[in-house]
């Protein structure tokens, strides 16, 4: 019996080292093919910004191409579905938003994706604010003009935002119960999409992602009054935050990491995530990303699954709390 026990625990050992050569040889060899980084916005957002950022130094670290592609609709719900399909071998990644993980959960009866079990996360890469903002030509030139404006006219006034279920959409549905407000929602493909329209005057107002209007904010093309992150924004400190105007605990902003499929090898997730870490580590990536308004994070694969369990219940009581719902 000791001589059987002695055979099957080499026999264990003898296995677990080949599944461990096995693991190295598969970090070793990825990836040996172009690797792709999908993303549920618009070109131009921050989270294609930030995923052609890694994108390029990704691509001079591994010596393949790593192209970004643009899955439009939905909040991202539409990346997020096409990436939780995809072969679980480390060439498709997705961007992924909290809109699509977090949000959407609540907000739909029913997801094509599970966000715990379809997915292997890799790094949460940054956080972002969104701000609220109205034409120059609203009269309103505080929030309480705003607010005063919006019960004039009720059922008037507008608000653009990113697609449904996004934290943009969010802030507006938040700010609108809080207030008892009528206004019209009127939805796009991103914030870029937005713009445009927000630019001529053909929708109110909008809480728009900090890294997109700031600029605009700065020329004077747009009136900003509060941004919606906890603290104020290190690229807009003049700015209060929603908490200090008078809305306890309003935060509602947008963050972005790194998944893949699940059942992508541990090795390939620690190599991404390695590769994600230098990225954001270098002065120049994060200055240009400091610069857009963006909280780099660069957290570990444990340290992001453990957020993304801990925050879809936490975001449950508040969108259930405040009546939203998505019916399809």
Request: glycine share 8%; hydrophobic share 50%.
């Given at each position: 019996?000791?001589?059987?026990?002695?055979?099957?625990?080499?026999?264990?050992?003898?296995?677990?080292?080949?599944?461990?050569?096995?693991?190295?040889?598969?970090?070793?060899?990825?990836?040996?093919?172009?690797?792709?980084?999908?993303?549920?916005?618009?070109?131009?957002?921050?989270?294609?910004?930030?995923?052609?950022?890694?994108?390029?130094?990704?691509?001079?670290?591994?010596?393949?191409?790593?192209?970004?592609?643009?899955?439009?609709?939905?909040?991202?719900?539409?990346?997020?579905?096409?990436?939780?399909?995809?072969?679980?071998?480390?060439?498709?990644?997705?961007?992924?938003?909290?809109?699509?993980?977090?949000?959407?959960?609540?907000?739909?009866?029913?997801?094509?994706?599970?966000?715990?079990?379809?997915?292997?996360?890799?790094?949460?890469?940054?956080?972002?604010?969104?701000?609220?903002?109205?034409?120059?030509?609203?009269?309103?030139?505080?929030?309480?003009?705003?607010?005063?404006?919006?019960?004039?006219?009720?059922?008037?006034?507008?608000?653009?935002?990113?697609?449904?279920?996004?934290?943009?959409?969010?802030?507006?549905?938040?700010?609108?119960?809080?207030?008892?407000?009528?206004?019209?929602?009127?939805?796009?493909?991103?914030?870029?999409?937005?713009?445009?329209?927000?630019?001529?005057?053909?929708?109110?107002?909008?809480?728009?992602?900090?890294?997109?209007?700031?600029?605009?904010?700065?020329?004077?093309?747009?009136?900003?009054?509060?941004?919606?992150?906890?603290?104020?924004?290190?690229?807009?400190?003049?700015?209060?935050?929603?908490?200090?105007?008078g809305y306890p605990a309003f935060e509602a902003v947008p963050w972005f990491g790194l998944v893949a499929?699940?059942?992508?090898?541990?090795?390939?997730?620690?190599?991404?995530?390695?590769?994600?870490?230098?990225?954001?580590?270098?002065?120049?990536?994060?200055?240009?990303?400091?610069?857009?308004?963006?909280?780099?994070?660069?957290?570990?694969?444990?340290?992001?699954?453990?957020?993304?369990?801990?925050?879809?219940?936490?975001?449950?009581?508040?969108?259930?709390?405040?009546?939203?719902?998505?019916?399809?």
């Amino acid at each position: 019996m000791q001589a059987n026990g002695r055979i099957w625990r080499a026999v264990a050992l003898t296995v677990f080292a080949l599944m461990l050569a096995a693991t190295h040889a598969v970090a070793q060899a990825y990836p040996e093919q172009p690797v792709k980084i999908v993303v549920g916005f618009s070109p131009g957002v921050a989270p294609d910004i930030t995923s052609r950022l890694l994108a390029d130094r990704f691509s001079a670290a591994w010596g393949v191409p790593v192209v970004v592609e643009n899955v439009t609709g939905a909040g991202g719900n539409i990346a997020t579905d096409r990436v939780a399909k995809a072969a679980p071998d480390g060439y498709t990644l997705l961007m992924a938003g909290n809109s699509a993980l977090i949000f959407s959960p609540s907000l739909y009866d029913k997801l094509p994706y599970d966000p715990i079990k379809d997915f292997a996360p890799i790094s949460q890469v940054f956080i972002a604010a969104n701000v609220l903002v109205v034409h120059p030509d609203v009269p309103a030139k505080t929030l309480p003009e705003l607010i005063t404006l919006a019960r004039a006219q009720p059922g008037k006034l507008t608000y653009g935002h990113a697609g449904v279920g996004t934290s943009q959409h969010l802030a507006a549905e938040l700010f609108k119960k809080i207030e008892h407000l009528d206004i019209s929602p009127v939805a796009y493909r991103g914030t870029t999409a937005l713009l445009p329209d927000l630019l001529a005057g053909r929708v109110t107002m909008s809480f728009a992602n900090i890294s997109n209007v700031l600029p605009l904010v700065r020329e004077g093309r747009l009136r900003a009054f509060a941004v919606t992150s906890r603290e104020r924004s290190t690229a807009a400190p003049d700015l209060p935050t929603m908490i200090e105007s008078g809305y306890p605990a309003f935060e509602a902003v947008p963050w972005f990491g790194l998944v893949a499929p699940a059942g992508t090898a541990p090795s390939i997730v620690d190599k991404v995530y390695r590769a994600t870490e230098r990225s954001l580590a270098e002065p120049e990536a994060h200055a240009r990303l400091e610069a857009l308004g963006l909280d780099i994070v660069g957290n570990s694969p444990a340290e992001f699954a453990a957020l993304i369990k801990a925050e879809i219940p936490q975001w449950a009581v508040v969108i259930k709390g405040s009546g939203m719902k998505v019916s399809e």
